[in-house]
């Protein structure tokens, strides 16, 4: 019954590699986003998405694409990995765009290490 | 640890004894804040909130308190025990309708 769900929970790959990252929520929101946790713990937006339309692109490489095949899921692709881009995804949902007044429920994150 | 190599402001407190864990928000136009929780391997949970025509909101042995005149939120954790061990966020509702977060503290709880 977990309220936020994503897959892989750990994932160790080499530069240059093509990887995703999968995320589902069963908690009927419309909003759901990705934020990236760097070792400093410090966490940062990367998209949003409500009702399947890209909300929030916080100049984020292209490389990275996300793509939501309906409200529930929101699926996060990187191309061409990085060294760089080592860090920890976490997938997130509302209720509303507008997080005001509406709590954005997070996953357990995905821990992304290139090598 | 987990906080090796970390450089966040760490609290600790003893176990039983309040816990006032700080933030300093950037925005002044932001009417939307969240505290949020982080245990080791998870994902933030969220703890409280407060819009911005409120200075104090309480929770269960939580307290958030706004000060819009010098930009700063607080949260209290009344009886402070192990299980609150964690990093803390608080995070602000931008005009961007973004949620920016906060540096993070430390809060280690000490039996």
């Known amino acids: 019954d977990t309220a936020v769900s994503q897959t892989p929970k750990y994932l160790v790959t080499q530069m240059g590699n093509d990887k995703s990252i999968k995320c589902e929520q069963n908690l009927g929101h419309d909003t759901m986003y990705w934020y990236k946790q760097d070792s400093k713990k410090f966490l940062k937006i990367m998209f949003s998405?409500?009702?399947?339309?890209?909300?929030i692109n916080e100049t984020v490489p292209n490389r990275f694409s996300p793509k939501s095949p309906d409200k529930a899921h929101l699926n996060l692709h990187i191309n061409s990995l990085e060294l760089g881009d080592s860090a920890v995804y976490f997938c997130?949902?509302?209720?509303?765009?507008?997080?005001?007044?509406?709590?954005?429920?997070f996953g357990e994150g995905s821990w992304l290490t290139v090598v | 640890g987990e906080s090796v190599g970390l450089h966040l402001p760490t609290l600790s407190v003893q176990e039983g004894d309040n816990s006032i864990i700080n933030c300093a928000y950037s925005?002044?136009?932001?009417?939307?804040f969240i505290w949020y929780k982080q245990e080791s391997g998870k994902g933030p949970q969220f703890i409280i909130d407060i819009r911005s025509n409120m200075d104090k909101r309480q929770g269960q042995r939580v307290t958030v308190l706004l000060n819009k005149t010098v930009k700063h939120l607080s949260l209290q954790i009344a009886a402070t025990q192990p299980g609150d061990s964690a990093v803390y966020f608080c995070?602000?509702?931008?005009?961007?309708?973004?949620?920016?977060f906060g540096a993070g503290t430390i809060l280690r709880v000490k039996s």
């Open positions: 925005n002044s136009a932001s009417d939307y």
């Open positions: 997130a949902s509302s209720h509303a765009v507008s997080p005001s007044g509406n709590t954005i429920y």
């Open positions: 998405y409500n009702n399947k339309e890209l909300i």
């Open positions: 995070a602000e509702k931008t005009s961007g309708n973004k949620l920016v």
